[in-house]
């Protein structure tokens, strides 16, 4: 079993994230990240500009941010973001722990700003997604990170 097989799952049961979302997404992700690239993070989140085009799953690893949207019509999976963490500029992120949530922002090598809304729950989880963000984010960040503080 590959790095990326074995810290999915994990990652997912943190998060809280099914194991039929998961499943759904699995063959869309593994064509996105790298075999030996591990899962830092994995989430459902929402657009900030846009709340009702659908249902996203956010996926963190060392070296990609992926994105995926599942349609509310028809249920399709479509990729929305495949980026790796160097070609991603301007990334911020805005913790309120009285929303239980975290806005992710980000600006693709296309220019385009993506804003996304990572809800957690539980205003203590807010801060563990805070240190995972940072952890990633900053710069001379450390290359490795385990799932065990995602959200």
């Given at each position: 079993?590959d790095?990326?097989s ?30 030996g ?9 929402t ?15 060392h070296q ?56 957690v ?21 450390a290359?490795r ?5 995602a959200?």
């Amino acid at each position: 079993m590959d790095v990326f097989s074995q810290t999915l799952p994990p990652a997912a049961v943190v998060a809280g994230v099914s194991v039929t979302t998961v499943g759904r997404h699995l063959a869309s992700l593994r064509r996105c990240v790298e075999s030996g690239d591990a899962v830092v993070l994995v989430t459902r989140c929402t657009r900030v500009d846009r709340p009702a085009q659908g249902d996203y799953l956010l996926l963190l690893t060392h070296q990609r941010l992926v994105v995926m949207r599942r349609t509310r019509l028809l249920r399709r999976l479509r990729l929305h973001l495949n980026a790796e963490l160097r070609h991603l500029t301007n990334v911020t992120w805005n913790p309120d722990p009285h929303l239980s949530g975290v806005e992710l922002a980000a600006t693709a090598i296309d220019g385009i700003r993506e804003r996304f809304l990572i809800r957690v729950g539980d205003p203590k989880r807010v801060w563990q997604l805070d240190a995972v963000l940072n952890h990633r984010f900053r710069p001379g960040a450390a290359t490795r990170i385990g799932p065990a503080l995602a959200t």
